[in-house]
């Protein structure tokens, strides 16, 4: 019966992979560090097949290049054995939701979601420490070789600092931010749809440097945009009021979005505000054309606070909508655009332009009939095309927008009773953006990385009752301590992660209450996980070292203190399945067994497990099922198992661990 491996995939492995399926002749075997048998890249001969496009030594070449830059390049790559860990008591409707929230590094957590998520994130938003010199970067230890990464990274301490000061005075200031973001925006690109967008939040003091990190991470030609969020300035400042944050858009693949005609539209700014004054017009105007548009010219001469091009609709025709004065010259001469087009009164051509008309004879005829053209008193005057407002509610997004930040803490603060996070992003803003890269397909997974209060999720339950969309979030945040001395560390908080989870428990009941009827359709829950060390026992000691009373213990492959849903978990990670996925407790023969997705998955972590639940499980007919190596009495049970399931459900994949 084969093992699952346990722990995150190589990414250097399937590099490797990537490589083998381009040129295949360039693969041959080598021997890793503890001599075993692996396949490797033959350089001599890829460069061969690269031979006009390969830069080399002292050559000049652009690129953004820093101190730690190739470590952290490893750090991406390399495996960990770790996993993630449910807690129940800390999640929301842990058994049905679809939403994850993840406490522990963001390193760990985006390699052990490599599997399980790859290529199924359509947005990515994240709003990392902008390295102000007064916040903090994660700690990487790059300094150790493959093996030993693996190996500490299974059995290091889950206690510990990994935040550290990054001052102006390091010498590695920009160095440390870079190497930081490099390693996990790696990780992040892979787990994007080919469709997929990452947005990037950050301010002045690393805009440049991440935009070129981005353009290495994600290729130049995928950058879509950089947002302008401008917020309230000082007025004391010496050279300008500042008060700018940006948001640095990526395409996985641009060329894709453009294929599928991919926009980003939102309302117009004001947009009600003009339909509900018009109406109001021809109302009083008791449905007189003229008379209503004299009324609303006379609103527009308010100076309503609205989108700079709503002022061009500013006449109200017979039928009480909005309009404004479109052109209906073409912009290149067609012979078959020059026809004559007949003044309804007087019966005479109205003047034709130079290059001809905008549509064809037909259309022309079918817009008369509409009364979508406008003519003058008589032939001589010039015509034009109606243009509705209500056709047009949306306009492409705007990439600059003024939006004042205190209102996103002031709300924070006030459901959560407390000061607990300082500058939270603004649910509707976010909002908005998901909005457009999403509306498209509001089924979709969106990762946020750094999560720190929460406000993604937030914007992401907030959406989904407003369009009754189904988008997932999965939040990612360290256990970050919060200052001893802090409110909200005074109100029983102990972490960054604590506060998220009670800011999210806090507006899901609030967006359910709001939605009323609506709201059994709504997922505001989430399951809580832990990055932690594996669930595996370390059984790396010698044969030495094994004293006869500690033989014993030395068998069993699990730690004591794992579940078997810690164990479920972890097996699901290391099969590539969502997390996500429904499981139900039951009991075969005597046994506690775990189903996963109506039993696509089953699994038996008990001890002793005979014949009987064996076949039990088999009869299933699951597409997967595993077992504790442990758990068979001996090696005969372990191979008859086998047998069973080759004879009663061959086409199921059978593992231990």
């Given at each position: 019966?084969?093992?699952?491996?346990?722990?995150?995939?190589?990414?250097?492995?399937?590099?490797?992979?990537?490589?083998?399926?381009?040129?295949?002749?360039?693969?041959?075997?080598?021997?890793?560090?503890?001599?075993?048998?692996?396949?490797?890249?033959?350089?001599?001969?890829?460069?061969?097949?690269?031979?006009?496009?390969?830069?080399?030594?002292?050559?000049?070449?652009?690129?953004?290049?820093?101190?730690?830059?190739?470590?952290?390049?490893?750090?991406?790559?390399?495996?960990?054995?770790?996993?993630?860990?449910?807690?129940?008591?800390?999640?929301?409707?842990?058994?049905?939701?679809?939403?994850?929230?993840?406490?522990?590094?963001?390193?760990?957590?985006?390699?052990?979601?490599?599997?399980?998520?790859?290529?199924?994130?359509?947005?990515?938003?994240?709003?990392?420490?902008?390295?102000?010199?007064?916040?903090?970067?994660?700690?990487?230890?790059?300094?150790?070789?493959?093996?030993?990464?693996?190996?500490?990274?299974?059995?290091?301490?889950?206690?510990?600092?990994?935040?550290?000061?990054?001052?102006?005075?390091?010498?590695?200031?920009?160095?440390?931010?870079?190497?930081?973001?490099?390693?996990?925006?790696?990780?992040?690109?892979?787990?994007?749809?080919?469709?997929?967008?990452?947005?990037?939040?950050?301010?002045?003091?690393?805009?440049?440097?991440?935009r070129s990190l981005l353009d290495q991470v994600f290729g130049a030609e995928n950058f879509l945009a950089s947002?302008v969020w401008q917020g309230v300035g000082k007025n004391d400042a010496r050279f300008t009021a500042g008060g700018?944050?940006?948001?640095?858009?990526?395409?996985?693949?641009?060329?894709?979005?453009?294929?599928?005609?991919?926009?980003?539209?939102?309302?117009?700014?004001?947009?009600?505000?003009?339909?509900?004054?018009?109406?109001?017009?021809?109302?009083?105007?008791?449905?007189?054309?003229?008379?209503?548009?004299?009324?609303?010219?006379?609103?527009?001469?308010?100076?309503?606070?609205?989108?700079?091009?709503?002022?061009?609709?500013?006449?109200?025709?017979?039928?009480?909508?909005?309009?404004?004065?479109?052109?209906?010259?073409?912009?290149?001469?067609?012979?078959?655009?020059?026809?004559?087009?007949?003044?309804?009164?007087?019966?005479?051509?109205?003047?034709?332009?130079?290059?001809?008309?905008?549509?064809?004879?037909?259309?022309?005829?079918?817009?008369?009939?509409?009364?979508?053209?406008?003519?003058?008193?008589?032939?001589?005057?010039?015509?034009?095309?109606?243009?509705?407002?209500?056709?047009?509610?949306?306009?492409?997004?705007?990439?600059?927008?003024?939006?004042?930040?205190?209102?996103?803490?002031?709300?924070?603060?006030?459901?959560?009773?407390?000061?607990?996070?300082?500058?939270?992003?603004?649910?509707?803003?976010?909002?908005?953006?998901?909005?457009?890269?999403?509306?498209?397909?509001?089924?979709?997974?969106?990762?946020?990385?750094?999560?720190?209060?929460?406000?993604?999720?937030?914007?992401?339950?907030?959406?989904?009752?407003?369009?009754?969309?189904?988008?997932?979030?999965?939040?990612?945040?360290?256990?970050?301590?919060?200052?001893?001395?802090?409110?909200?560390?005074?109100?029983?908080?102990?972490?960054?992660?604590?506060?998220?989870?009670?800011?999210?428990?806090?507006?899901?009941?609030?967006?359910?209450?709001?939605?009323?009827?609506?709201?059994?359709?709504?997922?505001?829950?989430?399951?809580?996980?832990?990055?932690?060390?594996?669930?595996?026992?370390?059984?790396?000691?010698?044969?030495?070292?094994?004293?006869?009373?500690?033989?014993?213990?030395?068998?069993?492959?699990?730690?004591?203190?794992?579940?078997?849903?810690?164990?479920?978990?972890?097996?699901?990670?290391?099969?590539?399945?969502?997390?996500?996925?429904?499981?139900?407790?039951?009991?075969?023969?005597?046994?506690?067994?775990?189903?996963?997705?109506?039993?696509?998955?089953?699994?038996?972590?008990?001890?002793?497990?005979?014949?009987?639940?064996?076949?039990?499980?088999?009869?299933?007919?699951?597409?997967?099922?595993?077992?504790?190596?442990?758990?068979?009495?001996?090696?005969?049970?372990?191979?008859?198992?086998?047998?069973?399931?080759?004879?009663?459900?061959?086409?199921?994949?059978?593992?231990?661990?």
């Open positions: 019966m084969d093992k699952l491996k346990m722990h995150s995939p190589d990414l250097t492995a399937r590099n490797v992979e990537r490589i083998a399926e381009l040129f295949p002749q360039v693969i041959t075997e080598s021997r890793d560090a503890e001599g075993n048998v692996t396949l490797a890249v033959d350089f001599d001969l890829l460069r061969q097949e690269l031979s006009d496009h390969v830069v080399e030594g002292p050559q000049e070449r652009y690129q953004l290049d820093w101190p730690g830059k190739r470590a952290a390049a490893f750090a991406a790559n390399a495996a960990i054995a770790k996993t993630l860990r449910p807690v129940r008591e800390e999640s929301v409707d842990f058994d049905t939701t679809k939403n994850l929230f993840i406490e522990g590094d963001n390193l760990d957590a985006l390699k052990l979601l490599q599997e399980s998520y790859l290529g199924k994130v359509k947005l990515i938003y994240i709003d990392p420490p902008y390295n102000t010199g007064n916040d903090f970067v994660y700690e990487d230890d790059f300094a150790e070789s493959s093996a030993d990464y693996l190996a500490r990274s299974g059995q290091k301490s889950e206690a510990g600092d990994r935040l550290v000061a990054n001052t102006e005075a390091n010498g590695r200031f920009h160095s440390d931010w870079l190497s930081m973001m490099y390693s996990r925006l790696k990780l992040a690109r892979g787990l994007l749809t080919d469709d997929g967008v990452l947005v990037a939040a950050i301010d002045d003091h690393e805009h440049a440097n991440l947002v700018l944050d940006y948001m640095l858009i990526y395409a996985r693949n641009q060329s894709l979005l453009v294929a599928n005609d991919v926009r980003w539209t939102e309302p117009k700014r004001g947009y009600d505000l003009v339909m509900n004054a018009a109406a109001a017009a021809w109302d009083k105007s008791r449905h007189d054309p003229a008379r209503a548009t004299s009324l609303f010219r006379e609103w527009w001469r308010t100076k309503p606070d609205t989108e700079k091009g709503l002022s061009m609709y500013s006449e109200i025709d017979e039928t009480g909508q909005p309009f404004r004065r479109s052109p209906v010259s073409s912009p290149n001469p067609r012979e078959n655009l020059m026809f004559e087009v007949l003044h309804p009164l007087t019966g005479k051509p109205v003047p034709m332009p130079p290059n001809g008309w905008r549509y064809s004879r037909d259309s022309m005829a079918e817009k008369i009939k509409q009364n979508r053209i406008v003519f003058g008193k008589d032939e001589a005057a010039t015509i034009s095309s109606k243009t509705y407002l209500n056709e047009v509610e949306q306009q492409a997004i705007r990439p600059a927008f003024f939006q004042v930040r205190a209102n996103a803490s002031d709300a924070l603060n006030k459901l959560l009773g407390v000061t607990a996070f300082d500058y939270p992003k603004d649910v509707g803003v976010l909002a908005k953006w998901i909005d457009a890269i999403t509306s498209s397909d509001k089924e979709t997974v969106i990762l946020d990385f750094f999560a720190g209060s929460g406000s993604t999720a937030h914007a992401v339950m907030n959406l989904n009752s407003a369009d009754q969309g189904n988008r997932r979030f999965i939040l990612i945040q360290l256990d970050e301590a919060l200052d001893d001395g802090s409110a909200a560390r005074k109100r029983g908080y102990g972490t960054l992660a604590d506060v998220a989870r009670e800011r999210l428990r806090r507006a899901g009941a609030q967006v359910k209450q709001a939605a009323g009827l609506l709201a059994s359709d709504l997922d505001v829950g989430f399951r809580s996980f832990h990055v932690g060390t594996t669930n595996m026992a370390d059984r790396l000691a010698t044969a030495d070292d094994l004293m006869q009373p500690a033989l014993s213990d030395a068998v069993g492959s699990v730690k004591p203190d794992r579940t078997d849903e810690d164990l479920l978990f972890q097996v699901l990670l290391d099969w590539g399945l969502d997390l996500a996925e429904p499981t139900t407790v039951e009991e075969v023969s005597s046994r506690r067994v775990l189903s996963v997705a109506d039993g696509a998955l089953i699994a038996c972590f008990a001890d002793e497990v005979n014949d009987a639940v064996v076949k039990a499980i088999a009869a299933r007919h699951p597409l997967r099922a595993v077992f504790k190596d442990s758990g068979f009495a001996n090696d005969a049970a372990r191979i008859n198992a086998e047998q069973i399931f080759r004879e009663v459900s061959p086409e199921t994949e059978v593992r231990a661990i």
